[in-house]
């Protein structure tokens, strides 16, 4: 019997807190695809980005918390959220590269019984599940593909960036696309950032990302688009609603996580996917798809 990949299941706080839709689709097509996913226990946020900002050392020692316990599970940590992503690969990196700094967090975990080694490593659920499953074995699952729809991906700051440390080939999310049978649709911005992060604090300034992101993929022929981080399919959902009156411009742009994609390209239903959920309607996807 093949044994299927097993792994530690990082939420973070987005996810569970807002977005039941991205979760529940990760879930089931985890499921479909053999991947075991187990969630974590007592673990805490991951603190990016305001921790980090006032608190650096409480912010590595949280997310080095968090791969410890992994490490005594013994499986590699996934996680859906760019922002966790991000935060557990910097950390990772530095604590891998800093001995000084690996034994001063460590000094601090050791009061818990715990201790980083790097013995297992965070990753994007994503890219597990690229390279540990393959594209040949998603293309056996496809049955209902999307033949015909382009599809624009916001690959999110955190998830690329610096590249050194994420180690994220882009090229990842678009075989992940291409084999639902869609087309990837290329846009002039598709580096740039969505906005999410400062919409605390300069709103205009977010709403006004969001439009040129969402301004450059529907003028390149994007039906819809995809995104593997909550905060950034937050952004680019939500906006939509306020564009008309700052700008006087509607997008209609469905904004799918990308397992929402897959789900559907896989043949499970709209409502196990939750669908229903995303604020712009995605049933022009549907539509589509019977039609």
Not at 97 to 123: A, C, M, Q, W
Not at 176 to 182: D, I, R
Not at 201 to 228: C, H, N, Q, W, Y
Request: glycine share 8%; aromatic share 8%.
């Amino acid at each position: 019997m093949i044994r299927m990949p097993m792994y530690s299941l990082y939420m973070g706080c987005s996810v569970p807190a807002n977005y039941p839709n991205y979760e529940a689709s990760m879930l089931r097509v985890a499921n479909e695809l053999g991947m075991e996913l187990n969630y974590m226990e007592d673990v805490a946020c991951c603190g990016s980005p305001n921790l980090r900002a006032i608190d650096y050392l409480g912010w590595a020692t949280v997310n080095a918390r968090t791969l410890a316990i992994a490490e005594k599970d013994g499986h590699d940590i996934v996680t859906p959220c760019n922002g966790c992503f991000g935060s557990l690969k910097d950390v990772y990196h530095l604590l891998k590269h800093d001995e000084d700094y690996r034994k001063k967090v460590n000094s601090k975990l050791k009061e818990e019984g715990l201790e980083f080694t790097g013995s297992i490593r965070p990753r994007h659920f994503v890219e597990a599940l690229f390279t540990d499953i393959g594209i040949e074995e998603i293309k056996k699952k496809i049955t209902r593909p999307l033949d015909g729809v382009g599809i624009a991906i916001h690959y999110g700051c955190h998830l690329l960036r610096p590249p050194d440390v994420t180690e994220f080939n882009r090229e990842i999310l678009d075989e992940l696309v291409s084999v639902t049978g869609a087309t990837v649709v290329e846009y002039p911005i598709w580096k740039q950032c969505c906005g999410a992060t400062v919409l605390p604090v300069d709103e205009p300034l977010a709403i006004r990302l969001a439009r040129d992101k969402l301004k450059s993929m529907t003028e390149a022929g994007a039906s819809f688009a995809t995104v593997v981080c909550p905060a950034c399919g937050n952004q680019l959902d939500l906006q939509q609603l306020g564009l008309k009156e700052s700008y006087g411009e509607e997008y209609n742009l469905p904004i799918l996580h990308y397992p929402q994609i897959l789900g559907l390209a896989m043949g499970l239903d709209a409502e196990v996917l939750g669908l229903e959920l995303n604020r712009v309607p995605a049933e022009p996807i549907l539509k589509h798809l019977s039609g």
